[in-house]
Structure formats: structure tokens, C-alpha cells
């Protein structure tokens, strides 16, 4: 098994209220992403990064940022948590620690994070 | 924004039997993924078509790659309870290393 762990596996929170999910991996890999899981949608990416300190935009970046400062380590941060929000999030990496292994290359999850916004 | 639509929503079916899962899209893909994900636990890769009209099977799975390389199909042959899951495609766009997710399929088989 890759080496993702995220924290925590599951929370509740209040609207309003700020919240961070930390993905740890210990395999090196260049590329890790957010994603958040909702029945009908399958997973949709919120944002990713290519590097310390290098990120982008997903297709449902609205009200998350994310951090970088450590190749092993990348933060999620729901600023003021909305019922919206509420999902299994998923982080993700790949590759082999440097640039894009190629098409064959397949995504490496952890096993998510529950989250509930009241 | 590429999407990729997966049908059916939802299956319930008997050991057995056979079944094909469908995800379909109007935008090229470079290549296409199929992972299962089972309650719990993060998706985890099948398989990973590249060719147009390519065909790979795995045991009792059968993948194949539309010839547009804009579909896929999976087929399972003789289901059995270890099949049950959550059946996603994704579909490689060939920029910036990211993956566009199907809406999945959940599988059911039973006894």
C-alpha cells in the first residue's frame, strides 16, 4: 500500500467554524490532491499540487485553500465550514517522485475523511 | 470541463450473473482508468486503457476502450459477492496531471 495517512478520519463541526485535513505520505511523490466524494458526482477535485509550495485550482476550489510547505505533508482548509461542505474527502498522489510517470500511472488514495458540518 | 457519465447508477444482481458497466463522455481521453472502492477505503486501480479499441481483461473482468477513446465499458462475467463495490472511471485529459472522475457505479451482488 502507498504511504498516505489522512487525519482525522472523521469530524464534526459547526457552521461557521474553521477546519483542516492534513494527507501525510512518506513515498516522495511530486503530485498530491483533494478530493471530495458525494453521491451522484463520483470524486471531484478541489485543488493539487505539483510541488512545495506549488498549487492549483480544482473544479470545486470555492471556499477550501490548501498548503504545501513540506513534500510529505498537504493541508486542506475549509475557512468558515458550510453544510455544503459535508462529505467523505480524499487525498490522493502520484507518480514517482518527480515529473509524470506516464498514462499508466494510477492514483494512490488514502482512506478519507468524514466530515459532517451541523 | 470534461465529464464523464456512468451508467447504471446503481445495480443489484444475483451470483452469477453477468453485467457491463457503461462511461460514456463527449471529450477525447489520452487514456482511461478504472478503480473500485469498497465502504471505508479509498479507490483502488483496475486497470488502465490507452489504445482506441483496446480490450483487457482481468480474470472475470473485461475492459475495453471505445475506438473515439471518448468511452469504456467493464464487463463482469459470472458475478460473484466479492465483486461488490463502487465501480469508477476516470479519464485522462493529458493536462496537468489530472484525473476527471466518472459518476459512478455501485454494485451489489448477493448470494
Known amino acids: 500500500d502507498a504511504g498516505i495517512t489522512q487525519s482525522p478520519r472523521h469530524k464534526v463541526t459547526e457552521t461557521g467554524t474553521p477546519v483542516t485535513l492534513r494527507c501525510h505520505q512518506t513515498?516522495?511523490?511530486?503530485?498530491m490532491y483533494w478530493y471530495r466524494q458525494d453521491p451522484g458526482h463520483g470524486l471531484r477535485l478541489i485543488h493539487y499540487?505539483?510541488?512545495?509550495?506549488?498549487?492549483d485550482k480544482g473544479e470545486v476550489s470555492d471556499g477550501y485553500s490548501v498548503s504545501r510547505s513540506k513534500t510529505e505533508d498537504f493541508l486542506l482548509t475549509l475557512e468558515s465550514a458550510t453544510s455544503s461542505q459535508t462529505s467523505v474527502y480524499f487525498c490522493a498522489i502520484f507518480g514517482a517522485g518527480t515529473a509524470r510517470s506516464g498514462p499508466n500511472s494510477p492514483l494512490h488514495f488514502g482512506n478519507g475523511t468524514r466530515l459532517t458540518v451541523t | 470541463t470534461q465529464l464523464l457519465e456512468q451508467s447504471p447508477q446503481f445495480l443489484s444482481i444475483q451470483e452469477g450473473e453477468n453485467l457491463t458497466v457503461y462511461c460514456n463522455s463527449s471529450s477525447v481521453f489520452s487514456s482511461l482508468q478504472w478503480y473500485r472502492q469498497e465502504p471505508g477505503e479509498g479507490p483502488v486501480l483496475l486497470v488502465t486503457?490507452?489504445?482506441?479499441?483496446e480490450v483487457k481483461k482481468l480474470k472475470r473482468l473485461t475492459f475495453q476502450f471505445g475506438d473515439a477513446r471518448k468511452d469504456s465499458s467493464l464487463h463482469i462475467t459470472a458475478a460473484q459477492p466479492g465483486d461488490t463495490g463502487l465501480y469508477l472511471c476516470?479519464?485522462?485529459?493529458?493536462?496537468?496531471?489530472?484525473?476527471?472522475f466518472g459518476t459512478g457505479t455501485r454494485l451489489q451482488v448477493t448470494l
Open positions: 513515498e516522495n511523490h511530486r503530485y
Open positions: 499540487s505539483y510541488g512545495v509550495k506549488d498549487t
Open positions: 476516470a479519464g485522462d485529459g493529458g493536462t496537468a496531471s489530472k484525473l476527471t
Open positions: 486503457v490507452v489504445t482506441g479499441g
